[in-house]
């Protein structure tokens, strides 16, 4: 394997067991996640906080072992955990966008962890479905605050596209539900 081929692989590793990353998931992950950074990267002006998008690991047991998962999009604001390529503090906010190779386990065990790890606010995205499903960390366990399925048929009942969605730890930042899926056709 090339050194090129080396560099685009990435991988999780979760109680021990490594999780192949790649090849990387489609197109419209990658516009979702592009969406909600510039958003968010943009309320973060003139503030300490930090925002990676799948490019930092989040090592969630830092005293116990070297397990590790690459948020899609990842908020942190206590720079002392950062050291090289990771992160071993809570995040303030974490994104998951679903991709057909992930879908399951950024629904169950990315959950949890995130769950157990004291992470505030995890959204996690479908393309597929134009959906968003917000939970927020309450008395140490996820409660799904809103779901939301895109709709954006002025005509239609169910209309929302104007829906707003604002970070719960930063309430000045928010957005739009058609915001988060701009271009994704």
Same mark, same amino acid.
């Given at each position: ?23 990387? *998931? ?6 979702? !996640? ?11 002006? !003139? ?7 799948? !490019? ?6 830092? =005293? ?6 690459? *948020? ?5 604001? =206590?720079?002392?955990?950062? %050291? ?15 991709? *057909? ?14 769950? %157990? ?9 479908? *393309? ?25 048929? %002025?005509?239609?009942?169910?209309? !929302? ?25």
């Amino acid at each position: 394997m090339g050194f090129a081929e080396f560099e685009r692989k990435k991988d999780e590793k979760i109680d021990g067991m490594i999780y192949n990353m790649s090849p990387s *998931p489609g197109y419209k992950h990658g516009i979702i !996640n592009s969406n909600i950074h510039a958003i968010i990267k943009q309320g973060l002006k !003139n503030s300490m906080c930090l925002l990676f998008m799948e !490019n930092l690991d989040f090592k969630y047991h830092p =005293d116990i072992n070297d397990d590790y998962l690459c *948020p899609d999009i990842m908020l942190i604001c =206590d720079r002392r955990h950062l %050291k090289g390529g990771a992160y071993s503090g809570v995040p303030k906010f974490i994104a998951e966008t679903l991709s *057909p190779s992930t879908a399951k386990r950024d629904k169950s065990e990315k959950k949890d962890i995130y769950e %157990k790890a004291g992470v505030e606010e995890y959204w996690i995205i479908s *393309p597929q479905g134009k959906s968003v499903e917000i939970y927020y960390l309450q008395d140490g366990k996820y409660i799904m605050e809103q779901n939301y399925i895109l709709e954006e048929d %002025k005509e239609d009942e169910h209309y !929302n596209a104007e829906t707003i969605i604002r970070l719960r730890a930063f309430p000045h930042i928010m957005m739009e539900l058609r915001d988060i899926f701009e271009k994704v056709d």
